[in-house]
């Protein structure tokens, strides 16, 4: 099946600061890939859309200020988390889907682990 | 987005015995998924069921789908404690709109 990478896979920062999360697609093109935030013992609730050579789509209560999102290739999109805070401390994962086709599978990076201290 | 409705929260069984789990989702679909998750990790794909289907297998796994009532069913026969993980619907809504929702989730355990 089709793989998207996710990297890292743990980060570590301090409060304040701004962590950079890539995900790509290895092996098929993407023009819109997802992002999703997990907090502990919950689900994967929906962030954004990101579309490439456009802006990102937000759900309802994500700053996009907050939560940058860049997908500037076909294969690559990046989350920035800027100025973070222990609240945003929860694991995100990133997903895409090969072509246009609705009925095709969602492929799911492996996931980032955040941990704001 | 919101999120779908899975039932049971958690389910303890010992192995070798069948798990099933409940999934509600609110809009019409074009397909809906089923994932595994184990602690803190990426998710698994496990099957992908679409809207003009009732009923699907694969190996150990037997997934239903019932439009009218916006439900789907995963089914684990002859469990293993390999399957011990968190399972999650996904379903992809049929709209212009394409809303993604994941269900609440099901924390499987099975005992040795």
């Known amino acids: 099946g089709a793989v998207v990478s996710q990297h890292p896979s743990r980060v570590i920062c301090k409060s304040g600061t701004s962590v950079k999360i890539e995900c790509r697609s290895l092996d098929f093109q993407a023009t819109t890939m997802f992002w999703y935030r997990q907090f502990p013992k919950q689900s994967l609730m929906l962030m954004a859309t990101?579309?490439?050579?456009?802006?990102?789509?937000?759900e309802q209560g994500v700053e996009k200020d907050k939560f940058l999102i860049n997908h500037a290739s076909l294969t690559l999109s990046t989350l920035t988390v800027t100025s973070a805070h222990p609240e945003d401390s929860s694991f995100y994962i990133c997903?895409?889907?090969?072509?246009?086709?609705?009925?095709?599978?969602?492929?799911f990076g492996q996931g980032t682990r955040l941990t704001v201290v | 987005s919101q999120q779908g409705e899975e039932d049971p929260q958690a389910l303890s069984i010992q192995e070798g015995e069948n798990a099933t789990m409940n999934c509600s989702y609110k809009t019409s679909i074009n397909n809906l998924q089923w994932y595994r998750q184990n602690s803190g990790r990426g998710l698994v794909h496990l099957i992908l069921i679409r809207s003009n289907e009732r009923e699907k297998h694969s190996g150990r796994l037997r997934v239903t789908l019932d439009t009218s009532k916006k439900s789907s069913s995963l089914l684990i026969t002859a469990s293993r404690a390999a399957d011990t993980a968190s399972y999650f619907c996904?379903?992809?809504?049929?709209?212009?709109?394409?809303?993604?929702?994941f269900g609440s989730g099901t924390q499987l355990t099975v005992l040795p």
């Open positions: 990101s579309n490439e050579g456009s802006k990102a789509t937000y």
């Open positions: 997903s895409a889907s090969p072509g246009a086709n609705r009925n095709t599978e969602a492929f």
């Open positions: 996904f379903s992809i809504s049929s709209g212009s709109a394409r809303q993604l929702t």
